[in-house]
């Protein structure tokens, strides 16, 4: 409730410093940061990106507080196997990053027992998170996140904007705003994110604040 506001405000300041320019022909946020992408491609105005970030972090807050939950890093290993393992502990793929790293989210217990059993070829890395984000605990969240949402009118991007849901391309404001709601209890997809912007033919990347 306190870092997802200040996230997302660090980065449009960031985007304001760079003078939002407008030769830049696409944006994507990685979870919290899509709201960050929402208002780079103008859809929605900063105080708006502001106040609906506020109730997505409250409400997430809220909702790890009903269960005992976390978050853990797994690095390397085979895609198949850790997915495989995954399902069989009742976890869920949170996260797919690329580059060999998958965040598994659940119950605290069952992310114990993948760190005392781990995948052959992986490194398991408790993440310093509230709860199992990006999963079917965060469902209240997405509730009081739709109200919230409901009559916001968002504009058509301006530029590119992909969604984390499943990389493509979003072409509508509204469409954008609904998935912005349904991703806090849904898997975020970087890797289709980074497919898509390699075949858009993209060449850089800025990252903004507060990323590394």
Same mark, same amino acid.
């Given at each position: 409730?306190?870092?997802?506001?200040?996230?997302?405000?660090?980065?449009?300041?960031?985007?304001? /410093?760079?003078?939002?320019? &407008?030769?830049?022909?696409?944006?994507?946020?990685?979870?919290?940061?899509?709201?960050?992408?929402?208002?780079?491609?103008?859809?929605?105005?900063?105080?708006?990106?502001?106040? @609906?970030?506020?109730?997505?972090?409250?409400?997430?807050?809220?909702?790890?507080?009903?269960?005992? +939950?976390?978050?853990?890093?797994?690095?390397?290993?085979?895609?198949?196997?850790?997915? /495989?393992?995954?399902?069989?502990?009742?976890?869920?793929?949170?996260?797919?990053?690329?580059?060999?790293?998958?965040?598994?989210?659940?119950?605290?217990?069952?992310?114990?027992?993948?760190?005392?059993?781990?995948?052959?070829?992986? &490194?398991?890395?408790?993440?310093?998170?509230?709860?199992?984000?990006?999963? /079917?605990?965060?469902?209240?969240?997405?509730?009081? @996140?739709? /109200?919230?949402?409901?009559?916001?009118?968002?504009?058509?991007?301006? &530029?590119?904007?992909? +969604?984390?849901?499943?990389?493509?391309?979003? +072409?509508?404001?509204?469409?954008?705003?609904?998935?912005?709601?349904?991703?806090?209890?849904?898997?975020?997809?970087?890797?289709?994110?980074?497919?898509?912007?390699?075949?858009?033919?993209?060449?850089?990347?800025?990252?903004?604040?507060?990323?590394?």
């Amino acid at each position: 409730q306190v870092a997802q506001p200040l996230i997302v405000a660090a980065g449009l300041l960031a985007w304001g /410093e760079l003078g939002r320019p &407008r030769q830049v022909s696409g944006v994507a946020g990685h979870s919290v940061g899509e709201f960050t992408a929402a208002a780079a491609a103008a859809i929605l105005p900063d105080a708006e990106v502001l106040r @609906l970030v506020g109730v997505r972090g409250r409400a997430m807050a809220d909702a790890a507080a009903q269960a005992d +939950t976390g978050m853990s890093a797994v690095i390397g290993g085979d895609e198949a196997a850790v997915l /495989e393992k995954l399902s069989a502990l009742g976890l869920t793929p949170a996260n797919h990053n690329g580059a060999g790293q998958i965040v598994a989210a659940g119950a605290r217990a069952d992310l114990e027992r993948l760190s005392a059993e781990p995948v052959p070829g992986t &490194r398991v890395i408790p993440l310093q998170v509230a709860g199992a984000f990006h999963t /079917e605990y965060m469902a209240p969240a997405v509730a009081a @996140l739709r /109200e919230a949402a409901s009559q916001t009118v968002g504009a058509d991007p301006l &530029r590119t904007i992909w +969604t984390n849901r499943d990389g493509s391309a979003v +072409t509508t404001g509204r469409a954008f705003i609904d998935l912005l709601v349904e991703q806090v209890a849904s898997p975020v997809r970087w890797d289709l994110c980074m497919t898509s912007f390699a075949a858009a033919g993209v060449t850089g990347l800025i990252e903004l604040t507060p990323a590394g």
